[in-house]
């Protein structure tokens, strides 16, 4: 199956700094998602982005499909940022998730 | 606009015990239904995924099933739960891109 590798597992910032995730997968995929977990465990989706670069506000991604990554752009974060974040990719109905990075950002 | 319900949001059970978790979603119609869990706080294992009603694909061995009684229903069941389906359990639902999870479930067997 499709192995996902995510990095760094953990990251600490101060707020207002700027960070990038990063998402490497071993095979081609159809389907790659971004997911923030909250601390209260909920799971919400930021991004669906096979391929290209999107943007949301503060958040943005970009994924290489030919290259096999995947990029999560946080800006001037927030406390309220802080969480796991998790890369997921699916190739024909098989999805595979990250193991994750989990971010705080601190006041 | 589409909604996904689990219940309960908690659950502590014996040993031994059976187990059902319910997921429904409104405001879709065919929707691919998906169960998860998570340990230890970091990490999703796909545990069954349904295309359909009746329909169920299992990615792991285990001790758990799952039903599809229903378009827009998906059931996680155990006859006897072990201390080792302890963990956060989350339905989530996809029509063409992109996943959608719930609320999800905190399971603590005993």
């Known amino acids: 199956g499709i192995q996902v590798e995510q990095s760094p597992p953990d990251l600490i910032l101060q707020e207002g700094a700027n960070s990038t995730l990063r998402c490497n997968f071993s095979d081609s995929v159809n389907n790659l998602q971004w997911f923030h977990q909250n601390p209260w465990g909920q799971l919400i989706n930021l991004f669906y982005i096979p391929s290209g670069t999107k943007q949301n506000g503060r958040l943005s991604a970009t994924t290489v499909a030919t290259e096999r990554y995947s990029l999560l752009y946080i800006s001037s974060s927030q406390t309220t940022d802080s969480g796991v974040y998790f890369c997921a990719v699916a190739y024909m109905g098989d999805m595979r998730f990250g193991a994750g990075t989990r971010l705080t950002v601190k006041p | 606009s589409q909604t996904i319900h689990q219940w309960p949001a908690t659950l502590v059970q014996p040993v031994g015990s059976p187990l059902s978790l319910e997921c429904t979603v409104e405001g879709t119609s065919n929707p691919n239904l998906y169960w998860y869990r998570q340990a230890a706080g970091r990490g999703l294992q796909l545990l069954f995924y349904?295309?359909?009603?009746?329909?169920i694909s299992s990615e792991v061995p285990q001790n758990l099933s799952a039903s599809r009684p229903q378009d827009r229903q998906f059931i996680l069941s155990s006859k006897k739960l072990l201390l080792s389906d302890s963990g956060f359990y989350l339905c989530?639902?996809?029509?063409?891109?992109?996943?959608?999870f719930g609320p999800g479930t905190r399971l603590t067997v005993l």
């Open positions: 349904s295309v359909g009603i009746g329909q």
């Open positions: 989530a639902w996809s029509v063409g891109g992109g996943e959608f």
